[in-house]
């Protein structure tokens, strides 16, 4: 009688995470919409009425983009509704960087299972590392689109660990029981990229320029870029992703420790960091 | 935030930044207690990924440790710190400090009474002398060597000396202890730590569902550390004896090392013999002689209790538990399994060449054994993941092949919640070779199913 049952038992499962899924992830990744495409053009030329125009085609773009520019951190006192609005009180890099942030949302899920998060905390999410990039950019002294797009693409790297490890919640959570191993370190050892390496891939399907995916490799705080600006901005960027991961509500996201904060990398910028965003 | 168990320690590691706002999100007296339920005696916070930290986020901890200590007994407090970050810890709570600070989690370990590697070299220094000698006696009684510097020349001058200790300590303060029995596993012995005084308490502190399991798993050698015991009353003697005698029926030993009778009555000793309980001077007097470790039947499972039937309850979940382990090492090794037969009989390993094995025991609404033998290369490859890189240190494969091993055990417990069956999982065992694995499951009963790993042979063994 147990011999019988045993013999019934079928092992089907599926394995980890293979190079060939992260592939099939990123062939699924859609080419950026056409009106989007036709936005940034416009706005790499500077013709922001054009781009309204291109952008208003879009009807998820210009709902996105009327969201974003009203949440508070934005602090617009009355509400802006016209995408040509916004783009003008935006400027270029700024709008720039927004649709930018239209595109990652196009990769997000439509439900969040690994992280516990959803539309409202990840575009909210997109809006502090937004500011909170320009100010440091303005602190810097810096004035380049590209560099104030590069933040676009951090969230990239929480969206990719979503795809690649909501299958394997259960799985993480008992590794990460026995052994302090962050998402980035489990996909490295299994299979030989990073998180951040997909997300450079994601920016180069989506024609993104090369600066951006440069930075957000240094922001890895494991790859340090040999181009010094390069590098510099890689630390202010990982500090400032960790600065906005301590915030209750990502850390109630379990967005905390989903990869390794490397403290050394960026111990020699902290004080003018602290001071700028005035933290006691 | 999940804690990470190390030898009796959770640890929780935060990251970035830690006021008074994010304080309480990081970790809830719920995340704690689950660390607890799985028999960690120490809870700390690692500051390692801490960048900034002030009075307030540190508060938000403090408070939940003082509730999980007066309810649970055990030592908590932070680690991973820097010198700059230590000072201003003590400059925050001066003379309200009531939880432990430890420089490393290397050092925090030392002071876990379930960590295995004892006897290290230790010199250590804090410019309080008190704290200088409570540091020495918990550490002495851990079965480590400690050199306690008196003062910071001295401090200076000894820690210059290269290779001369083991671990440095500094930085480091010991908040009240854990009161909590510990228990570790050393060789095929399980050994319980109590102190102060013992009372009708211990068979609340006491995890009898535990020892019973480890019982049933083949461990056979219990000892009781008993050097911080200040006295015993008729209760806990009662406790003790009634312990010894259902221990009997398994062949099993209790016995007690560095217990003082100053203040306990002489008579108590005499029933306590009477009872089967061995007594002993110093732990070496036990551990380091391997013929009286084997006399005691620290290696031997042989007996009846043993020889229980696989039952229909257990064969009814073998898919959950095949799940469970193939799942996990098919995560870890990143390979598909192929299952080629599956039969209830005695163990049946074949060559015994090139492979090692690890248990790992289950109890509560149902009860077993897990066996899982690897050929060395499975095993190295399931561990790399834990690793980071390939090694050929048998010890830490074993070891980390523990870790795995609760992996699975956690993981069925999980499956096995699903149905509505709850169990807890003891502590993993290890065996270097199969000779070892043999002499507690040779006779056993079980479901064994052989899977393939990229064509590398595994056995699942699941026995009672």
Not at chain 2, 53 to 61: A, Y
Not at chain 2, 62 to 71: C, D, I, Y
Not at chain 2, 79 to 103: E, G, P, R, V
Not at chain 2, 357 to 373: H, K, R, T
Request: glycine share 4%; proline share 2%.
């Amino acid at each position: 009688m147990i011999v019988a049952k045993i013999m019934y038992i079928n092992i089907k499962y599926p394995i980890m995470i293979t190079k060939e899924t992260i592939d099939s992830f990123i062939n699924k990744i859609p080419p950026a919409p056409k009106a989007l495409k036709e936005t940034l053009l416009h706005l790499n030329t500077g013709d922001l009425i054009k781009a309204a125009n291109a952008a208003k085609e879009d009807k998820a773009l210009s709902s996105y983009l009327k969201i974003l520019v009203n949440k508070p951190i934005y602090g617009f006192k009355n509400e802006v509704s016209e995408v040509s609005q916004i783009f003008g009180i935006l400027g270029v890099s700024r709008s720039r960087q927004a649709v930018y942030n239209y595109m990652m949302t196009l990769l997000s899920p439509s439900k969040w299972v690994l992280f516990k998060l959803n539309r409202v905390v990840f575009y909210n999410l997109q809006a502090d590392l937004s500011m909170n990039w320009q100010k440091i950019l303005t602190h810097l002294d810096i004035d380049d689109s590209d560099i104030l797009s590069s933040i676009s693409l951090l969230p990239a790297s929480i969206i990719v660990s979503e795809a690649l490890f909501c299958e394997k919640k259960k799985d993480v959570e008992l590794l990460r029981s026995v052994n302090q191993i962050d998402l980035n370190t489990i996909l490295q050892r299994l299979c030989g990229v990073d998180l951040f390496d997909i997300c450079q891939q994601i920016a180069q399907k989506w024609e993104m320029p090369q600066k951006i995916s440069d930075i957000l490799q240094a922001a890895s705080g494991l790859k340090p870029s040999e181009d010094e600006m390069t590098n510099r901005l890689g630390k202010w960027m990982h500090l400032l992703l960790f600065y906005t991961l301590s915030q209750s509500k990502y850390i109630q996201a379990e967005l905390n420790d989903f990869i390794d904060f490397q403290i050394d990398y960026v111990s020699d910028i902290y004080e003018e960091f602290s001071n700028l965003m005035e933290i006691t | 935030m999940r804690a990470v168990l190390k030898d009796g320690i959770g640890f929780f590691t935060p990251q970035g930044f830690l006021d008074g706002s994010s304080g309480n999100s990081f970790l809830s007296i719920d995340d704690i207690e689950a660390t607890i339920a799985q028999n960690a005696n120490m809870i700390l916070v690692s500051l390692k990924k801490v960048i900034f930290f002030n009075r307030n986020g540190l508060d938000s901890f403090v408070k939940m440790f003082q509730k999980v200590r007066s309810a649970n007994h055990c030592t908590v407090g932070f680690c991973d710190y820097d010198t700059k970050k230590y000072n201003a810890i003590i400059n925050f709570y001066q003379d309200d400090l009531s939880f432990s600070l430890f420089k490393t989690q290397d050092i925090a370990m030392l002071f876990s009474a379930n960590y295995k590697n004892q006897n290290k070299n230790i010199l250590l220094y804090n410019e309080d002398k008190s704290q200088r000698a409570a540091m020495a006696i918990e550490l002495h009684d851990n079965g480590h060597n400690p050199i306690v510097a008196q003062s910071l020349n001295e401090f200076n001058e000894k820690s210059n000396a290269e290779n001369a200790y083991d671990i440095i300590i500094t930085d480091t303060y010991l908040g009240q202890m854990g009161q909590k029995v510990a228990t570790r596993v050393t060789g095929n012995a399980i050994i319980y730590t109590v102190s102060s005084f013992l009372d009708a308490e211990i068979g609340n502190t006491f995890n009898i569902a535990y020892h019973n399991n480890s019982l049933n798993v083949g461990f056979r050698l219990f000892i009781f550390d008993t050097y911080k015991v200040i006295s015993m009353n008729v209760h806990a003697l009662n406790f003790f004896s009634k312990l010894s005698s259902a221990g009997a029926e398994y062949n099993a030993t209790i016995c007690f090392v560095g217990m003082s009778f100053d203040k306990t009555p002489k008579e108590f000793k005499e029933t306590l013999e009477d009872s089967g309980i061995m007594f002993f001077n110093q732990m070496d007097d036990i551990l380091q002689n391997k013929e009286l470790l084997e006399e005691l039947g620290a290696s031997s499972a042989s007996n009846v209790k043993d020889k229980r039937a696989i039952n229909k309850t257990t064969v009814t979940e073998l898919p959950n538990f095949i799940d469970a382990t193939v799942a996990t090492i098919e995560m870890m090794t990143n390979s598909k399994a192929i299952k080629e037969s599956a039969n209830v009989s005695k163990m049946e390993i074949g060559s015994k060449d090139g492979k090692i094995a690890s248990s790992i025991g289950f109890y509560g609404d149902m009860d077993g054994m897990i066996v899982l033998i690897f050929p060395i290369g499975i095993a190295k490859k399931a561990c790399e993941l834990l690793i980071g890189e390939e090694t050929n240190d048998t010890e830490l494969v074993l070891d980390t092949l523990a870790e795995l091993v609760n992996i699975v055990g956690g993981k069925v417990k999980t499956l096995l919640a699903d149905e509505k069956i709850s169990v807890n999982i003891t502590l993993p065992r290890t065996y270097p070779d199969i000779d070892s694995l043999l002499e507690i499951v040779q006779d056993k009963k079980g479901v064994q199913v052989d899977l393939s790993f990229n064509n590398d042979k595994f056995i699942f063994f699941l026995t009672r």
